[in-house]
């Protein structure tokens, strides 16, 4: 019983953490999710911006949010642009779908709202035409970062006649060419689709045509598709998936798995996706960063006012900065894996010291070196693990204690998060059996600095 127990967690999260979304029996996963313990609750709690002051990687963040019959009602509604605002702000671009509002009003005055409550920087819109074959029709809406991305062009598809029934798409796809001065990836394309739920088969299996058509026009491969696209439960049947071109076609990475649950709903129905397609966004994706934001745990939500905001949550993800890169390329693997970046001037001898009776009291071991004069030259606390859960909550209790003192930075919170759970497109470094060892080592002399560390 405890084999066969074993045999079916591990296949659920085989299935789970595929990154090509190859044809596999769907109505057996979705089963599967129920039973798998999810730890991307653990991660999108502790390495997001919750209450209280934000903690902010260097990496571009982004992010596609159907806020479900966005307009003036919305904007009017007490309490709702409040919460919107947190989640925007989140991200260094997001993608806003459903939007309802003839006026134009709605989205303008929520960009506006975003901007007064920015501390990094202000915030621009990319927006597309109404579309849509009824007289209920939607815009696709981007927000993003001015000090980081700047946009090149943008287009909508043109996928036939609307007139003559010829097209494909109730909704065509907005697609919008980024320029970005943080990443690696020198320029991007992101492609906003709301797919028809009734018709969502045969519009995913356009957007490989969709994909084509960016290459032509634009001369640029590094593509994510990302929004609504209906992928999931009923809207998409075992066929469906074993035919789909998007789902089988080699050249594309679906970030978010099967087992992730996009809807406020419940039910494990993953509606919303990111598709990434094209070798230098590829290897740029922080893989472990894709899931579903639930704003509604982390910033403490209830549930009837959760569902005025929307019957979705957004999907995130984020793209590696250059420095983030070169320090992941650059880390020591002899003994033991050490994450180094400069640490603030504000760090000295008493945080580092001061720290000892708080991770005394949560259990790590505390080891102090000293100089050839007897002054102390560093501090280590170090605990270990037995499997990758437990490293992931030691991890996160380095960081809880240790940011708000800078001891070390969130950068290097989430480089050690991407150890532990793998890079792109490689087993993960840790099995659900794994032993080893989460690290805070400080120096002291010559000057003052800290870092973490894993040995496995």
Not at 76 to 105: A, F, H, W
Not at 207 to 235: E, F, H
Not at 389 to 394: F, I, P, R, S, V
Request: hydrophobic share 35%; net charge positive; charged share 25%.
């Amino acid at each position: 019983m405890i084999i066969m127990e074993f045999i079916i967690l591990y296949t659920s999260m085989l299935f789970c953490f595929v990154n090509t979304h190859q044809y596999v029996n769907h109505n057996l996963q979705n089963e599967q999710c129920y039973q798998r313990q999810d730890e991307r609750i653990l991660s999108r709690r502790h390495l997001g911006t919750g209450k209280g002051n934000p903690s902010y990687s260097s990496n571009l963040k982004l992010a596609a949010f159907n806020v479900q019959t966005f307009g003036r009602r919305k904007m009017n509604s007490p309490g709702v642009p409040t919460i919107l605002v947190k989640i925007i702000l989140r991200y260094d671009v997001i993608l806003i779908q459903e939007i309802r509002d003839s006026s134009g009003k709605a989205i303008v005055d929520l960009l506006s709202l975003v901007n007064k409550a920015s501390s990094r920087g202000q915030y621009d819109l990319e927006i597309s035409p109404r579309l849509g074959r009824t007289f209920s029709k939607e815009q696709y809406a981007f927000l993003y970062r001015r000090d980081v991305l700047s946009v090149k062009k943008s287009y909508v598809y043109d996928d036939g006649q609307e007139s003559e029934k010829n097209d494909t798409f109730e909704r065509e796809p907005f697609i919008v060419h980024f320029k970005p001065t943080t990443t690696n990836v020198t320029d991007f394309v992101l492609v906003a689709i709301h797919t028809s739920p009734s018709k969502a088969p045969q519009e995913i299996n356009e957007l490989a045509n969709v994909y084509d058509d960016v290459i032509k026009r634009l001369r640029i491969t590094d593509v994510i598709i990302l929004g609504d696209l209906n992928a999931a439960c009923s809207y998409m049947s075992d066929n469906d998936w074993r035919t789909n071109r998007l789902a089988n076609d080699k050249r594309f990475h679906w970030l978010i798995s099967d087992c992730v649950d996009t809807s406020l709903a419940g039910g494990h129905c993953a509606y919303d996706r990111f598709v990434a397609a094209g070798d230098a966004i590829v290897e740029s994706i922080v893989e472990s960063s894709a899931g579903s934001f639930e704003y509604d745990q982390v910033l403490g939500v209830k549930e009837t006012m959760a569902s005025k905001v929307s019957d979705h949550y957004p999907i995130e993800m984020q793209l590696l900065s250059k420095s983030m890169a070169s320090t992941l390329k650059n880390i020591n693997k002899a003994v033991e894996y050490t994450f180094k970046m400069k640490n603030p001037p504000s760090l000295n001898k008493k945080t580092v010291f001061g720290m000892r009776k708080t991770l005394k009291q949560r259990k790590f071991a505390v080891k102090t070196t000293y100089s050839s004069t007897r002054s102390i030259s560093g501090v280590t606390f170090s605990k270990t693990f037995n499997n990758k859960t437990e490293a992931l909550n030691l991890l996160y209790e380095i960081k809880d204690k240790t940011q708000p003192v800078n001891m070390v930075s969130f950068d290097q919170i989430q480089m050690a998060e991407f150890q532990i759970k793998g890079p792109w497109g490689e087993d993960r470094k840790l099995s659900a059996n794994s032993f080893g060892v989460v690290k805070l080592v400080c120096e002291i002399l010559p000057s003052v600095s800290c870092w973490v560390a894993l040995t496995m």
